[in-house]
């Protein structure tokens, strides 16, 4: 069994050499759910693939390996003044 980087509601970055028309400039979003499919005939219910579905801040839903994402670090924006 392999240790999931990810969770649902994480808030994630797309990877700069990925690109994709429908992403946004920011390229974040939340991770809404991990994608599961049947692999190979034999199974008898969806694997886990390492993709996931993320819901981009322009609400589109796109699809996503794990080794194109990081997870999101946002700041509020303020910056603290050093003397």
Known sequence: MTKKIFK?????RVKDTTHDQ??????????IEE?????HYADK????????MVFM???NILRF??????HAHVTDGTRE???
């Open 8 to 12: 649902k509601g994480d808030f994630v």
């Open 57 to 59: 801040t322009n609400g």
């Open 22 to 31: 429908r992403m946004p400039s920011s390229r974040m979003g939340h991770i």
């Open 45 to 52: 219910k969806p694997v886990p693939t390492g993709s996931w």
């Open 65 to 70: 390996h794990e080794m194109l994402l990081e």
């Open 81 to 83: 003044e050093t003397d």
């Open 35 to 39: 994608y599961k499919t049947i692999v």
